[in-house]
C-alpha cells in the first residue's frame, strides 16, 4: 500500500513559468520532508514541515503543509533550467522511519 | 570529500554473478540505509543499520545481503539477482535522535545496476 500520491507523475514547462506539484497521503503524518533528486545525484533534502498549515519559503520555492496534515504542495514561481530534477516527498510513519512518494519529475526548458 | 560516496556507480552483471556495492559516510552519522530507486516507483527501503546492528529488513530477498562492519562503511552483497533486480541502488545516512523519527537523510550518488 502506496502512503503517499505525488502528482503529477511528469510535468514539463519552460522557464520563467510557474508549478506546483502535489503530496497526498490517507493519513496524517506528523512531518513531512521534500526532496530534489538531479539526474545522476542521490536525493538532497529541500524542506521539513511539521506543523498543520505551516508555509516555508527558499528563494523562489514555496512548501505549503495542509491544515488536517495528510497533503502538501511545493510551488516554484518562475521556474529555471536549474530546478530540473525529479520532486520526492516523503513521511514518517508509525514505526518512525521515512516513506516515499513515487515523486514528480520537474523538466524546466530554456 | 563528498558527505557519502557509493562505488561503483554503474555495474552490469550476469544473473551468476557475486558482487557487492559498497557506501562510506563521512558525517559521523548512526545510522545507514540502503534503498532501491526504479523508475516511477517510490523509494524501497531495504535496510536499516542502526549503531552498527540491523533494526530493519523489509522482506528483502535473500539474493541480497547487507553489512555493516562499522559505524562509516555499508556493503550490499549481490548473488544469483535477477533482471528485475536492475535499478538505482541509494545509500543514505543520518542522525538518529533518542525518539524514533527518522532526520534528513543524507544521500550518496547511487549505483546503477543493470542485470542481464
Known amino acids: 500500500t502506496q502512503l503517499l500520491e505525488q502528482s503529477p507523475q511528469f510535468l514539463s514547462i519552460q522557464e520563467g513559468e510557474n508549478l506546483t506539484v502535489y503530496c497526498n497521503s490517507s493519513s496524517v503524518f506528523s512531518s513531512l520532508q521534500w526532496y530534489r533528486q538531479e539526474p545522476g545525484e542521490g536525493p538532497v533534502l529541500l524542506v521539513t514541515v511539521v506543523t498543520g498549515g505551516e508555509v516555508k519559503k527558499l528563494k523562489r520555492l514555496t512548501f505549503q503543509f495542509g491544515d488536517a496534515r495528510k497533503d502538501s504542495s511545493l510551488h516554484i514561481t518562475a521556474a529555471q533550467p536549474g530546478d530540473t530534477g525529479l520532486y520526492l516527498c516523503a513521511l514518517t510513519d508509525s514505526w518512525g522511519k521515512l516513506q516515499f512518494g513515487a515523486g514528480t519529475q520537474v523538466v524546466v526548458t530554456p | 570529500e563528498t558527505g557519502v560516496t557509493q562505488t561503483p556507480r554503474h555495474l552490469v552483471m550476469g544473473m551468476t554473478n557475486k558482487k557487492s556495492l559498497k557506501c562510506e559516510q563521512h558525517?559521523?552519522?548512526?545510522?545507514m540505509y540502503w534503498y532501491k530507486q526504479s523508475a516511477k516507483k517510490p523509494l524501497e527501503l531495504m535496510f536499516v543499520y542502526s549503531l552498527e546492528e540491523r533494526v530493519e529488513n523489509n522482506s528483502v530477498p535473500s539474493r541480497f545481503s547487507p553489512e555493516c562492519p562499522n559505524s562509516s562503511h555499508l556493503f550490499l552483497h549481490l548473488h544469483t539477482l535477477q533482471p528485475e533486480d536492475s535499478a538505482l541502488y541509494l545509500c543514505a545516512s543520518s542522525q538518529e535522535g533518542r525518539g524514533l523519527d527518522t532526520g534528513e537523510l543524507f544521500f550518496g550518488e547511487g549505483s546503477r545496476l543493470t542485470v542481464l
Open positions: 558525517l559521523g552519522h548512526n545510522a
